[in-house]
């Protein structure tokens, strides 16, 4: 049987692409493949489930599955491998919304952008996590393309919630929640404003919960706190880093989750909210529409007062509010391993 292999410019832990490399490994052996991970770096505590790229020994029988999220030397070296090859395309932040914010890495997305441009003509079949990264693939002049939807692992969730989250903030007041990285394209500003709107106009007693850290976007996060500040806005928490147990907590507290992202090239936080019953409302962009499917509330104009107007529907509303939970619960099947396994399966027996 022929060797399907991974490579990677990283593996991590605790991220989504990470986490789906291992779970495709743990698949392709299920199914009687050999595979093995081929990576340039590693976290030290998933070292052990991967090797240097550097000593892959080439067969022209193998198949290589390259997951391609950043710019790196790694992509030449597979483009040059006599093996069938498909891509993963996990999608790259557009470096005009870090410009200003982190100059440096605004250039290395951009290069990695333009390093994606290159490899149209490299790969037997390349495939995104949603059909807005399958769109952009097309754009770019990939002619075999396809879509598989990032393998998550809902287990993580089964865990004890913090009990210091959940005794300080579940009661009866309205929080909204937003999760993901503090920077610029999530446009965490445009929550905050929103949440004003909220606070001044309809519930003075609302709180807003931004999980997630700057690493990377300190500036940004500077500019974020400088407008809190400036709208003299109490009960806005923005956490940093939380581990599994506290980010369960907030799902768990969340009236709704708001986001007004401006660029996703997948959203795992749209699916953890659908797996905990958290009604959303989410700006229309991107990759957003897709994952969603109709299931929670797009919105096309970014009007905060109206916004928060649709956050009290969506809090008061029992029957409105019943139905995007129905909704979410029947979307959310569609990200559930089984599923995604044979469309895995499909996409390896059209190449081999």
Request: net charge negative; with cysteine.
């Given at each position: 049987?022929?060797?399907?292999?991974?490579?990677?410019?990283?593996?991590?832990?605790?991220?989504?692409?990470?986490?789906?490399?291992?779970?495709?490994?743990?698949?392709?052996?299920?199914?009687?493949?050999?595979?093995?991970?081929?990576?340039?770096?590693?976290?030290?505590?998933?070292?052990?489930?991967?090797?240097?790229?550097?000593?892959?020994?080439?067969?022209?029988?193998?198949?290589?599955?390259?997951?391609?999220?950043?710019?790196?030397e790694l992509s030449n070296y597979i483009a040059k491998l006599p093996t069938k090859k498909i891509m993963i395309y996990h999608n790259i932040t557009p470096g005009k919304y870090l410009r200003g914010i982190n100059d440096s890495l605004a250039k290395i997305v951009e290069d990695g952008r333009e390093e994606l441009a290159t490899l149209c003509n490299k790969f037997d079949l390349a495939?995104?996590?949603?059909?807005?990264?399958?769109?952009?693939?097309?754009?770019?002049?990939?002619?075999?393309?396809?879509?598989?939807?990032?393998?998550?692992?809902?287990?993580?969730?089964?865990?004890?919630?913090?009990?210091?989250?959940?005794?300080?903030?579940?009661?009866?007041?309205?929080?909204?929640?937003?999760?993901?990285?503090?920077?610029?394209?999530?446009?965490?500003?445009?929550?905050?404003?929103?949440?004003?709107?909220?606070?001044?106009?309809?519930?003075?007693?609302?709180?807003?919960?931004?999980?997630?850290?700057?690493?990377?976007?300190?500036?940004?996060?500077?500019?974020?706190?400088?407008?809190?500040?400036?709208?003299?806005?109490?009960?806005?928490?923005?956490?940093?880093?939380?581990?599994?147990?506290?980010?369960?907590?907030?799902?768990?507290?969340?009236?709704?989750?708001?986001?007004?992202?401006?660029?996703?090239?997948?959203?795992?936080?749209?699916?953890?909210?659908?797996?905990?019953?958290?009604?959303?409302?989410?700006?229309?962009?991107?990759?957003?529409?897709?994952?969603?499917?109709?299931?929670?509330?797009?919105?096309?104009?970014?009007?905060?007062?109206?916004?928060?107007?649709?956050?009290?529907?969506?809090?008061?509303?029992?029957?409105?509010?019943?139905?995007?939970?129905?909704?979410?619960?029947?979307?959310?099947?569609?990200?559930?391993?089984?599923?995604?396994?044979?469309?895995?399966?499909?996409?390896?027996?059209?190449?081999?």
């Amino acid at each position: 049987m022929i060797k399907i292999n991974q490579f990677l410019p990283t593996l991590a832990s605790g991220d989504a692409i990470g986490y789906e490399t291992l779970a495709i490994q743990n698949i392709l052996t299920e199914w009687g493949y050999e595979s093995k991970i081929y990576v340039r770096d590693c976290h030290a505590n998933v070292s052990k489930f991967c090797i240097p790229y550097s000593k892959y020994k080439p067969n022209k029988k193998d198949l290589a599955l390259f997951h391609f999220a950043l710019g790196s030397e790694l992509s030449n070296y597979i483009a040059k491998l006599p093996t069938k090859k498909i891509m993963i395309y996990h999608n790259i932040t557009p470096g005009k919304y870090l410009r200003g914010i982190n100059d440096s890495l605004a250039k290395i997305v951009e290069d990695g952008r333009e390093e994606l441009a290159t490899l149209c003509n490299k790969f037997d079949l390349a495939i995104g996590d949603s059909e807005f990264n399958q769109n952009e693939l097309k754009s770019l002049g990939f002619q075999n393309t396809g879509v598989l939807p990032l393998l998550l692992d809902f287990s993580i969730y089964d865990v004890k919630p913090s009990r210091k989250i959940l005794q300080n903030y579940d009661d009866d007041n309205v929080n909204i929640v937003f999760v993901g990285k503090i920077y610029p394209h999530k446009k965490q500003e445009d929550i905050v404003k929103s949440f004003y709107c909220y606070k001044k106009y309809i519930n003075p007693s609302a709180r807003l919960f931004l999980v997630g850290h700057c690493t990377g976007a300190d500036k940004y996060q500077e500019m974020l706190l400088q407008l809190i500040s400036d709208l003299e806005l109490d009960d806005v928490y923005i956490t940093g880093f939380v581990n599994n147990r506290e980010l369960t907590a907030y799902y768990q507290i969340a009236d709704v989750f708001l986001c007004m992202s401006e660029h996703e090239g997948f959203c795992v936080p749209l699916i953890e909210s659908m797996h905990f019953d958290v009604p959303i409302i989410a700006y229309d962009s991107t990759a957003v529409p897709f994952t969603l499917d109709n299931s929670a509330l797009l919105i096309k104009e970014k009007n905060y007062l109206e916004i928060a107007e649709l956050v009290d529907l969506i809090v008061n509303d029992q029957r409105l509010r019943k139905t995007v939970i129905e909704r979410q619960r029947e979307r959310v099947k569609d990200f559930k391993i089984p599923l995604l396994k044979e469309q895995l399966k499909n996409h390896i027996e059209n190449v081999i």
